[in-house]
């Protein structure tokens, strides 16, 4: 679903690459945690598969596209396919819950019908019933989470991107929102989250890239935060 051919992102101005010759492979359905410290280069190799950047060279492959090949046109066709999911949930502030999520349907052209029918159902999946009519400084950081999870899951992308989504949040809370993304993984979705949360990462078990200094120093499955046999 993802995949990564030597793949070097060297950022203009800077010395040594963000992303050094990083070669991966995320097959679909796959959950993965990407680790490392504090500027290994996690962000960027999500940027790069949302082509908000580009590599300095190597190939980036998306459902089997070589992505920074694509016409410029067609990289809003394959955001569309990619949910997002950021630490600060990035609502609108004027939007109720509801009119947040629906949102993300009205920006791509789906009917009134459509989103009217989409978005409870999936305000449900979130555990978000009854909370449609809330703005969003009514609501605790963990439901606004859930908020921003809906609005990218709404669209039933092929890929969830989720760049540290607990890291606002504390543990208990936190658990909630795991629970969640492996729910939306289970329908199929291909999950990719960066994160810092060693807890959540021990206790899900799952695909483990940690990155050092913008290379692949681990590829685990079912791995913990830190290296263990
Ligand atoms: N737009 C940019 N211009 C120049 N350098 C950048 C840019 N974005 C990131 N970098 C550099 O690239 C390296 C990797 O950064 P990146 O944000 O990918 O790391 P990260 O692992 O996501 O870090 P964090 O955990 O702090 O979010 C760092 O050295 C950073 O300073």
Redesign the pocket.
Known sequence: MIRFEKVT?T????G?P??DQVSVDIEKGEFVFLV????????????LMLRE?RPTSGRVYVAGKEINRLASWKVPRLRRQIGTVFQDFRLLPNKSVAENVAFALQVIGRSRTDIRQVVPATLDLVGLEGKADRMPDELSGGEQQRVAIARAFVNRPMILIA??PTGNLDPATSVGIMKLLDRINRTGTTVVM?T?DHGIVDQMRKRVIE?ED?RVVRDQARGAYGFQH
């Open positions: 992102k950022y203009p101005g800077t040594s963000a992303l490392g410290q504090s500027g290994s280069g996690k962000s960027t190799a999500l940027r950047t760049d540290e960066a810092h990155l913008g």
